[in-house]
């Protein structure tokens, strides 16, 4: 905790914070403020609700604080930063960006508080370090309820590829040793994301919907006609990594895409083997890859979702956000960076992408 020790304006917020720290990496079943209370010797919650909707302490340093420890403990090559967002449903309507709204964790629309978050991962290991809260329209354009909720005046409203786009900047200007970015449809449809990562010259492995259109050598087309033209020995099986029940085996081939711009640009498309249901990433990368390299990126973005998950709980109750209880976890436990499955190479012949 002495790293971030300086981060709290008076010394009680920061042991409480040791405390329920502690509490997070704890045996606990359930983990709130009631049961780390109980765990420290406390009689009520007050302490650790404090901590959260009242204390003063600098968030964003934590967070930058959180950063440099995953890098100075974790960081070698190979790196992929995964952005993806989480709900956390709420009761009520003080929270900070809190309305009714879709959350992919709940799979429907519910009242809750939504943040776009940054993991850095490896094959074996991931740590978030970064967080936005998603702002709706109706909060940014509310300055007086903006205020009642400790939100900073004149925060303007972005959109949730906003958002992803100031985070993977902060993290490479920070030294992360991350080769690529990927994240789902919300943020493969974005060009100006994808647009600033091809300015810092960083490989990008993002999902986009069926009906996104490319260009080929023909003619721009929806991905979906290209896999619909595909022979069949453009097909490669390939793992998208470990799961819970082993590796999770796929279907995949590649394309070249947008001919004359600069990069190395690609079409990725995955093929369920036991449903053949599809999905497609598309890539750009500074220099030619193997196809494995390409289906390795896109693969850790799944194996982290369950990341996301522990990290939600995006602020601070009624208030601003801090940073979310995933994030302080890393600063005094390195098992935070949990390792996966045992990882098992496959060696295939990889053939080069079909020039569309």
Same mark, same amino acid.
């Given at each position: 905790?002495?790293?971030?020790?300086?981060?709290?304006?008076?010394?009680?917020?920061?042991?409480?914070?040791?405390?329920?720290?502690?509490?997070?990496?704890?045996?606990?079943?359930?983990?709130?403020?009631?049961?780390?209370?109980?765990?420290?010797?406390?009689?009520?919650?007050?302490?650790?609700?404090?901590?959260?909707?009242?204390?003063?302490?600098?968030?964003?340093?934590?967070?930058?604080?959180?950063?440099?420890?995953?890098?100075?403990?974790?960081?070698?090559? #190979?790196? @992929? =930063?995964? $952005?993806?967002?989480?709900?956390? +449903?709420?009761?009520?309507? /003080?929270?900070?960006? !809190?309305?009714?709204?879709?959350?992919?964790?709940?799979?429907?629309?519910?009242?809750?508080?939504?943040?776009?978050?940054?993991?850095?991962?490896?094959?074996?290991?991931?740590?978030?370090?970064?967080?936005?809260?998603?702002?709706?329209?109706?909060?940014?354009?509310?300055?007086?309820?903006?205020?009642?909720?400790?939100?900073?005046?004149?925060?303007?409203?972005?959109?949730?590829?906003?958002?992803?786009?100031?985070?993977?900047?902060?993290?490479?200007?920070?030294?992360?040793?991350?080769?690529?970015?990927?994240?789902?449809?919300?943020?493969?449809?974005?060009?100006?994301?994808?647009?600033?990562?091809?300015?810092?010259?960083? #490989?990008? @492995? =993002?999902? $986009?919907?069926?009906?996104?259109? +490319?260009?080929?050598?023909? /003619?721009?087309?929806? !991905?979906?006609?290209?896999?619909?033209?595909?022979?069949?020995?453009?097909?490669?099986?390939?793992?998208?990594?470990?799961?819970?029940?082993?590796?999770?085996?796929?279907?995949?081939?590649?394309?070249?895409?947008?001919?004359?711009?600069?990069?190395?640009?690609?079409?990725?498309?995955?093929?369920?083997?036991?449903?053949?249901?599809?999905?497609?990433?598309?890539?750009?990368?500074?220099?030619?890859?193997?196809?494995?390299?390409?289906?390795?990126?896109?693969?850790?973005?799944?194996?982290?979702?369950?990341?996301?998950?522990?990290?939600?709980?995006?602020?601070?109750?009624?208030?601003?956000?801090?940073?979310?209880?995933?994030?302080?976890?890393? =600063?005094?436990?390195?098992?935070?960076?949990?390792?996966?499955?045992?990882?098992?190479?496959?060696?295939?012949?990889?053939?080069?992408?079909?020039?569309?």
């Amino acid at each position: 905790m002495g790293r971030i020790a300086g981060r709290f304006a008076r010394v009680e917020p920061q042991r409480r914070a040791r405390v329920f720290v502690l509490g997070l990496v704890s045996g606990l079943r359930r983990k709130n403020c009631w049961t780390i209370a109980g765990l420290a010797g406390d009689a009520t919650p007050e302490g650790m609700q404090h901590l959260l909707a009242g204390a003063r302490w600098d968030a964003d340093a934590v967070r930058d604080d959180l950063r440099g420890y995953v890098i100075e403990h974790l960081g070698s090559t #190979g790196a @992929v =930063l995964v $952005v993806d967002e989480t709900g956390d +449903v709420k009761k009520g309507r /003080a929270g900070a960006g !809190v309305q009714r709204q879709y959350s992919g964790t709940a799979g429907r629309v519910e009242n809750c508080q939504v943040a776009v978050f940054l993991c850095c991962a490896w094959p074996a290991r991931h740590a978030l370090i970064d967080r936005e809260l998603y702002l709706p329209r109706s909060w940014a354009a509310d300055q007086a309820r903006c205020a009642a909720a400790g939100i900073p005046g004149k925060t303007a409203f972005a959109t949730r590829p906003g958002l992803a786009r100031r985070m993977p900047g902060r993290a490479l200007d920070a030294g992360a040793p991350a080769a690529w970015v990927t994240g789902d449809e919300v943020y493969g449809a974005d060009p100006g994301l994808r647009a600033d990562l091809e300015r810092r010259r960083i #490989g990008n @492995v =993002l999902a $986009v919907a069926a009906s996104h259109q +490319v260009s080929t050598a023909a /003619a721009p087309c929806q !991905v979906r006609t290209i896999a619909g033209s595909l022979p069949r020995r453009a097909w490669q099986r390939y793992s998208a990594g470990p799961g819970a029940k082993g590796h999770r085996w796929y279907d995949w081939a590649w394309a070249a895409i947008d001919p004359g711009r600069p990069g190395h640009r690609y079409l990725l498309i995955r093929r369920s083997r036991q449903t053949g249901e599809l999905a497609f990433c598309r890539c750009c990368s500074p220099r030619p890859v193997p196809l494995p390299v390409l289906v390795k990126s896109a693969g850790i973005r799944w194996s982290t979702e369950e990341n996301f998950q522990a990290g939600k709980g995006t602020g601070r109750a009624g208030r601003a956000p801090g940073p979310p209880l995933g994030l302080l976890v890393p =600063l005094n436990h390195p098992g935070h960076a949990r390792p996966g499955l045992p990882h098992h190479r496959r060696r295939h012949r990889s053939r080069q992408p079909a020039a569309r």
